[in-house]
């Protein structure tokens, strides 16, 4: 590619990287999800439950899709149709919503569990072909700044989002349903409305080659050897197992704070506010220190700021020390979001294996995601409550820390080619490097 084509791709990449958190902000599983299920009258195993199916259906997927994916000469049409049915599915929630909401609360909970899965799933098929064409289109040494430069931007149009939702969750129902079904709208405009760029992205062509298609066939296989033979990516997926299980307080820190603390709505909006300011700034950060210190650094970082939001969670008094709380939690999740794509790219080594490591990654990461959360909402309800939560989370996050901690640096690896049986393949490097 040309200049001018790698500037038009990180403007395009921008626009949805920035709208992403600003969208999914209005319906988020940490803030937003949680209250619209307590007034559905969802158990806390429920509450759970719905941000267990959608881990396991963001993640899972993308071994069923990756060897066509590796195939495509062109992965943009796929990647921009898949994240059309993503955003279109979520818009049945705006009317379901109205109707339901008073009238059917069983009905729009089941309605709620069926679309997040739709969505979930599409983003799951999606997951290989968005890292795909952010590694064919936006070179290596720009990406830190890729996804730092959208959170900055996020953040400045998210000031507004602390005054927005206290508009939409206040009265004497906190918002529900109309607020909800307001948000669910506002959420479909703005992730649709900034995925439309990355439908015109300037894709280079993959080539056919001598050693074409690697993996057909072959994925279980190369997957297994991957896992035996790269002992420091093994040591990063461990760390992120124990990461992803951290997560298990995550959609609990709301309720804690509402039940316990008697956080009221203009608080919840505050909460959702500090996420996707402290989220979008951090990643500002998160990104430049990547692209100078390596991701393993950022990775780091970010366990700690994990395990400290999970501590002042437990040692909060007050609704206003939750705002440590989520904006810690921010921090911890755009820091490990980011870092942690990014150094599955830069393990994988070549453009060619982009596909085969997320999909390990996404794979190995699913069952852990989804069991969390699942696992937080039984020990709520059984095993000592919200407390117990946050101690296994700091402790988990610990773990994380260690194991990745003892994981290389893959920038100052040299990753020899992987063989599927039948002799070694080259593969064109990743743009940039």
């Known amino acids: 590619m040309i200049r001018a084509d790698k500037r038009w791709n990180f403007i395009a990449c ?28 969802a158990s ?21 899709v990756v060897g066509h994916i590796s195939r495509l000469r062109r992965v943009r049409p796929y990647l921009f149709t898949i ?25 729009l909970l089941a309605a709620l569990f069926l679309v997040i899965s739709v969505h979930a799933g599409a983003m799951g098929l999606n997951q290989p072909a968005y890292w795909v064409v952010v590694g064919k289109c936006v070179p290596a040494a720009w990406r830190g700044r890729l996804f730092g430069y959208a959170g900055g931007v996020a953040g400045v149009l998210g000031i507004g989002m602390d005054g927005l939702l206290r508009r939409l969750l206040s009265g004497p129902n906190g918002g529900f349903p109309e607020g909800y079904s307001t948000c669910f709208l ?12 990355l439908g015109f992205v300037r894709e280079p062509l993959r080539l056919p080659t001598p050693n074409d298609n690697p993996h057909t066939g072959h994925y279980g296989r190369d997957s297994l050897r991957v896992w035996r033979t790269d002992t420091h990516f093994r040591r990063f997926l461990l760390g992120q197992i124990a990461w992803t299980l951290a997560g298990l307080a995550v959609p609990f820190y709301v309720l804690y704070a509402e039940r316990h603390l008697l956080a009221g709505p203009g608080a919840v909006a505050g909460y959702t506010a500090t996420l996707v300011l402290a989220g979008s700034f951090g990643g500002l950060l998160w990104g430049a220190w990547s692209d100078r210190a390596g991701n393993k650094t950022v990775l780091l970082v970010s366990a700690l700021c994990g395990v400290l939001a999970a501590l002042l969670a437990l040692a909060a008094t007050s609704p206003q020390m939750f705002y440590g709380v989520f904006a810690l ?26 596909p085969l ?50 994981a290389a640096e893959p920038r100052h690896q040299h990753k020899p080619p992987i063989s599927n049986g039948g002799g070694e393949f080259s593969a064109a490097p990743l743009l940039g490097d």
């Open 83 to 107: 994240a059309l049915i993503e955003r279109f599915v979520l818009l049945t929630l705006v009317p379901l919503t109205l109707l339901w909401g008073r009238t059917h609360p069983g009905w």
């Open 44 to 64: 806390n195993t429920a509450v759970g439950a719905l941000p267990a199916l959608y881990n396991l259906l963001v993640f899972l997927p993308g071994l069923l």
């Open 186 to 197: 506002i959420c479909f405009l703005i992730l649709t409305v900034s995925v439309l760029p």
């Open 357 to 406: 490591y997320t999909a390990i990654f996404n794979a190995v990461t699913a069952l852990p995601r989804a069991a969390g959360p699942l696992l937080g909402g039984l020990l709520a309800d059984h095993a000592g409550g919200y407390p117990v939560l946050f101690v296994l989370s700091a402790i988990l996050g610990g773990v994380s820390l260690i194991l990745t901690f003892r």
């Open 14 to 41: 921008l626009t949805d990287a920035v709208g992403w958190p600003l969208g999914a902000a209005l319906i988020s599983n940490t803030t937003i999800l949680p209250l619209f299920l307590g007034h559905l009258g």
């Open 329 to 354: 939690l921010a921090l911890a999740m755009a820091g490990a979001g980011l870092a942690g794509n990014n150094i599955v790219m830069e393990y994988a080594g070549t453009s060619r294996e982009i």
